[in-house]
């Protein structure tokens, strides 16, 4: 998350010198939660996108990347999503304890109804077809399913879900439209379709009544049976296409409730489905997302499935989203590696919109003398370098057996990285390739890593609490350090290069003369591990946050903390702002913290994560 900070808020006055109050504002989030199936949609306007990011859901502007607006209101991630057909509204559900479903108005970018019925999670949403209805599902351990109506937000139907929880769970549901009767005319009965493990179950609703006139009824699928995971009715409410983990697209006719025909598509399950609209009766096309990243076009003639020639092409991850756009001439496809698509509809021709971490970000670092380009690392296994005009990446690197990157810090134009398999790896920081690697740097892995001002060694920590100086041209050991008996959290190294200060999971944080390659200093936390440690310009004074929940300010000369700001929750990660005046924190709470250093008070919070927050640095700037 980028978090920009302005000093020239003139609605809050700073009593302190006559100065005016900073203030922080969201600026961009970057993030894409791309292994939620459906959890990608294109707007009808043809220039919005609506995904989800952790616990948020994010309103973005396809043609500025700066135009993002966030909508939260869950405590936990969002697990199921959908947009009503007209782009009004937009339902969200979550899992946890506080499994809630949230109906936001799109165009006040506002909540409107939350729907507290629910337990353990949701796994699916839908809305009808006339946007009156809501339809949610509760995952396995919930087992229950509601109909809402829209106009109220109250209940106008509800049931278990599936028979057998041992055996069967919903994973995906869809509105039909009205059921019809024996002649083909609509009934005033809203008819929906869940799937799932082992199952697939027609239902219609009177919402007058609440009376179920289908309630859950089979259909029939012989000793066909699949574990279903995405469905789509045709335009003519006809038929119902459905995926499945094993690869292959079934259909089924919904007035005889039975299987018509099913067809092998891709490798890796089918992840996504659209049916797109527009043509003739009784003819239909199909887009098929695969779980091993192909997106593949079929052609249906009545419910008989072939494959259109040159349809196919092939994208990064599991194509987990599939949304057409609303003009239908392109569709916009979501990876469960976290990339983003513009595909046309007719040739399959793909462009990439764009990329982010599919998994937890664990370390950030900026460039010392830039500061619109910094560099990330997650438990994906990636590097990233971002380019904070655009928010692009402009290069990244990649270790498939190198586990996760603890830690980072640039050296001239390398990036070097800290791994849990015990290996420093450095990469270019312009091209993202992996240049050399060390091994054994650390047992255990490289927990904590700085590289010094003239740019010639490194001092890493490893998990048992080694300290050691890595010459960096020749890739030697030059010194050994070893009084922590736990886990180094930090290192910081003193401007003179001379000196440095380690932070550790023992309580402790320990001053060092690298030369002499002797402790000087020590200083002792009274309660818990030290999560991260920051040293003030003067060398003098020290910054640290641990598990007692407390910021805790440190004089080098004295064994005694000078001062403590108890904090809510236990805080992870501590930075200093170049100039000296901002000190920046984050933790389990996922609130961005703000201080001023030499007051020691709060300034400002800032609020975006959906999970524990990692790592905060402020830019050079």
Request: with cysteine; aromatic share 8%; hydrophobic share 35%.
């Amino acid at each position: 998350v980028a978090e920009k900070m302005e000093e020239g808020d003139s609605r809050q006055q700073h009593d302190h010198e006559g100065e005016l109050e900073p203030s922080m504002e969201l600026e961009h989030a970057i993030g894409f939660g791309g292994k939620i199936r459906s959890c990608l949609l294109f707007h009808p306007n043809n220039r919005d996108v609506v995904y989800t990011a952790g616990g948020c859901v994010v309103i973005a502007d396809m043609s500025d990347p700066h135009n993002q607006v966030f909508l939260r209101g869950h405590d936990d991630n969002i697990t199921c999503m959908a947009l009503s057909p007209s782009g009004r509204y937009i339902a969200s559900g979550q899992k946890g304890d506080n499994a809630d479903v949230i109906v936001w108005d799109f165009d006040e970018k506002r909540l409107i109804f939350r729907l507290q019925s629910h337990d353990t999670g949701i796994a699916c949403v839908s809305f009808s077809h006339d946007e009156k209805l809501l339809l949610s599902v509760g995952c396995n351990t919930d087992n229950r399913l509601f109909v809402w109506d829209m106009a109220s937000g109250l209940m106008t139907g509800q049931s278990a879900a599936v028979e057998k929880t041992d055996s069967q769970d919903i994973r995906c549901a869809v509105f039909g439209g009205f059921l019809k009767d024996i002649k083909r005319r609509d009934t005033p009965y809203y008819m929906f379709i869940t799937a799932g493990q082992r199952c697939i179950r027609l239902w219609a609703l009177d919402p007058h009544t609440g009376a179920w006139v289908h309630q859950g009824d089979a259909l029939t699928t012989l000793s066909h049976v699949r574990d279903y995971t995405c469905i789509s009715f045709s335009p003519d409410r006809k038929c119902v296409f459905v995926g499945s983990t094993t690869g292959d697209v079934t259909v089924f006719d919904t007035k005889a409730k039975s299987m018509v025909d099913s067809k092998q598509v891709c490798q890796g399950g089918v992840d996504s489905l659209l049916v797109l609209p527009g043509r003739e009766d009784g003819h239909y096309e199909l887009l098929v997302g695969g779980g091993h990243g192909s997106l593949t076009k079929l052609y249906a003639e009545g419910a008989k499935m072939s494959f259109v020639r040159d349809g196919s092409t092939q994208l990064l991850g599991g194509v987990t989203s599939l949304s057409l756009s609303g003009d239908g001439v392109e569709a916009l496809a979501g990876t469960a590696a976290a990339y983003m698509y513009r595909a046309r509809i007719d040739d399959l021709r793909t462009v990439l919109v764009s990329e982010n971490h599919s998994d937890a970000v664990t370390y950030i670092a900026f460039q010392p003398d830039s500061s619109d380009r910094f560099a990330t690392c997650s438990t994906d296994g990636t590097i990233r370098m971002w380019d904070l005009s655009d928010y692009k990446v402009l290069c990244k690197g990649h270790c498939k057996d190198g586990g996760v990157p603890h830690c980072m810090a640039f050296a001239l134009e390398c990036l070097l990285s800290g791994w849990s398999d015990g290996f420093v790896r450095c990469f270019d920081a312009e091209t993202g390739e992996m240049l050399w690697k060390m091994s054994d740097v650390h047992r255990g892995g490289v927990t904590a890593l700085a590289v010094s001002h003239n740019h010639r060694f490194m001092v890493t920590g490893g998990e048992e609490g080694d300290v050691r100086v890595w010459d960096i041209k020749q890739r030697d050991m030059v010194a050994h350090l070893k009084e922590h008996n736990s886990a180094v959290t930090s290192v910081c190294i003193f401007s003179d290069d001379a000196h440095c200060l380690t932070g550790s999971r023992d309580r402790n944080i320990l001053s060092w003369d690298l030369r002499r390659e002797k402790r000087i200093a020590s200083l002792r936390q009274r309660m818990g591990g030290v999560n991260s440690v920051c040293l003030a310009s003067d060398q003098v004074q020290v910054v640290s946050v641990g598990q007692e929940r407390r910021l805790t300010f440190w004089d080098l000369r004295d064994p005694e903390p000078v001062t403590a700001v108890n904090l809510p929750d236990e805080a992870t990660t501590v930075t200093l702002s170049n100039t000296g005046r901002f000190i920046g924190c984050g933790g389990k709470d996922q609130v961005v913290r703000i201080f001023d250093f030499e007051q020691n008070r709060l300034l400002m919070e800032g609020a975006g994560h959906s999970g524990c927050i990692t790592c905060v640095r402020f830019s050079p700037d």
